[in-house]
């Protein structure tokens, strides 16, 4: 039976992350990557509207019987049914036969989820189609898919700064040596920015508006300049209630988004005061892989250069990192066991 499964199934590896979902199908490479957004229609009775990109141009501006749902939170499943519907969606989506026999998938969880959520995870791969799941902690298959030679006496740190968490690991023959999972990531950066121009400048602006000025402004620290770029901000006057438009400097931005850029480096700092001194001189000599979409915060390497002392380098493909190094894991899986867990 495993020969035929083996033959007409799809085996997949599942990046489930708090922002966005990649699905990798063995021997074609991620096939999906898409918003882990559920759009949900609650009246006249509950159905699932879309699921990824089609749902997130829905963000903010569905009206009241439409809801556009994030199904995880901070790494981990929030909403069971909705995660499994979204799950389901998206297996579809990478295996487009009519009818497939039900993959082996492998999806990456966050080094501090709880057993229940680990549970959580994995019974919904099981209800959305996998006969069989495994789980693969984020920082290894981040570290496998930055190329770190995780199997190597020598030690490795890498940080996967994701939507809902930040990562860090000190890995080396194969195996963690410290984990330490803050539930601080993209989203949180986001929230900064929408608290500081409600705090600051009496301006109310949505989820979609915070996550661009962060994307295309954002800064992890001052501008050289003291001011850098000037940005215009569209969003809702506080104080008048009228729609209005506002300009900040990066400067702003990156005092925006100093608490959770703080918080990321605390727990780099955690990770380097509890690494075993042997181990502590590899990370010196190889310094810190940055991986995950929250690495691209402009000045972010040169920040935690500046705080460690240590050489910061953003891997080559940080947003699919995690992604690759789940499919290597599905590609090379008598090789790999070792990291996963069922």
């Known amino acids: 039976m495993f020969g035929i499964y083996g033959m007409l199934s799809s085996d997949m590896a599942i990046d489930l992350g708090t922002a966005n979902t990649l699905v990798y199908v063995k021997g074609k490479g991620v096939v999906v990557n898409e918003p882990s957004i559920v759009a949900l229609r609650t009246q006249p009775r509950r159905e699932i509207m879309a699921v990824g990109r089609e749902a997130k141009i829905m963000l903010g ?46 999806i ?55 939507g809902g968490t930040t990562e860090v690991a000190v890995i080396t023959m194969g195996d963690v040596v410290f984990a330490d999972s803050t539930r601080v990531g993209g989203d949180k950066m986001d929230e900064a920015v929408i608290n500081f121009l409600r705090r600051r400048k009496n301006l109310l602006v949505g989820e979609a508006t915070a996550e661009r000025i962060k994307m295309e402004f954002g800064v992890a620290m001052t501008p050289d300049d003291g001011e850098g770029e000037i940005v215009e901000i569209r969003g809702r006057d506080l104080l008048r209630g009228v729609p209005t438009e ?14 959770p850029v703080h918080t990321i480096i605390e727990s780099i700092k955690t990770a380097l005061e509890a690494t075993p001194p042997d181990l502590g001189g590899d990370i010196v000599e190889n310094g810190i892989i940055l991986t995950g979409g929250g690495s691209l915060l402009q000045n972010l390497d040169k920040k935690i250069r500046k705080e460690t002392g240590l050489p910061v380098t953003i891997a080559e493909d940080p947003l699919s990192c995690v992604a690759l190094g789940t499919g290597m894991a599905l590609e090379q899986l008598n090789a790999l066991r070792g990291v996963l867990s069922d």
């Open 61 to 106: 501006r569905t009206p009241g019987r439409i809801q556009t749902i994030r199904p995880l939170k901070d790494g981990v499943i929030a909403d069971f049914e909705i995660a499994e519907e979204m799950i389901k969606a998206f297996i579809k989506k990478a295996n487009k036969r009519a009818s497939f026999a039900p993959p082996l998938v492998i």
């Open 246 to 259: 506002i300009e900040i400097t990066q400067s702003e931005i990156a005092e925006a988004l100093h608490d």
């Open 108 to 162: 990456c969880v966050p080094s501090g989820a709880t057993p229940v959520e680990r549970r959580a995870i994995r019974e919904s791969a099981l209800k959305a189609g996998a006969r069989r799941v495994y789980l693969i902690e984020e920082p290894i298959a981040a570290a496998i898919g930055a190329g770190l030679p995780i199997d190597a006496p020598t030690a490795s740190m890498v940080v996967d700064i994701g």
